[in-house]
């Protein structure tokens, strides 16, 4: 039987555990921003000096509570409309839209050949230490995903409805479990199920092994 005195701590643990979280993202991404940053200017000049269109691309993506926000990423696709370039090869359109819509980075015609080695290394990712800062991301949390892929996959994958509602109640994170585990390897139901274990499970001990494999398994992706 659970008494008001176990709801009362549980309550509290919860409301510990979200303000030391916060502390680690907001200093944690200070700290990665300054050490980051020579890698930053190097990418954004590589960018600019090998393909035409902006540095940094923003998309919406979900965040806590289902509230969108814009999600920031080094670009590293070409401009235009990369789905009319990747039907000119039949091929992977048809492996692209089998695989979820998804393709492994060395085989994609829409990214660029800088961009490939930027994606390989996760830098794309660097500047969404600034939704971080804001407070619309995290450092460890689920993947941010576009509202129209939980939509689809949530009717492609209806055993997964549950896994969702968690992924929607939480902010989503720069790495996280599922990351840490596989990789793009993972289906969608299997990337879901560890997203709603971690943010089931969510302690300091698992927040901190999370951030210390991340590195690793940036590093040996490739």
Known sequence: MITNQSRLFVKQRIFLFNIVKRLIDIIG????????????????????????????????????????????????MYTGNNDERLKLYPELWKKYKAAGWKLSIKEDPRITPVGKYIRAFSIDEMPQFINVLKGEMTLVGPRAYREEE??????????????IEDIRSVK???????????????????????????????????????????????????
Not at 53 to 67: L, Y
Not at 176 to 191: A, I, P, V
């Open 29 to 76: 991404s200070l700290v990665l921003l300054i050490l980051s940053s020579p890698i930053m200017l190097v990418t954004t000049i590589l960018i600019k000096l090998t393909s035409p269109g902006p540095v940094f691309f923003a998309q919406k993506r979900v965040g806590k509570g289902s509230k969108e926000f814009f999600m920031y990423k080094f670009r590293t």
């Open 172 to 222: 989503p994170g720069i790495t996280g479990l599922w990351q840490t585990s596989g990789r793009n390897d993972l289906s969608f139901e299997q990337r879901a199920r560890l997203d709603s274990h971690y943010i089931r499970t969510r302690s300091m001990r698992q927040e901190i092994l999370i951030l210390l494999k991340t590195p690793f398994c940036m590093i040996s992706h490739w």
């Open 150 to 163: 939980l939509c689809e996959y949530a009717k492609k994958y209806p055993q997964t409805k549950e896994y």
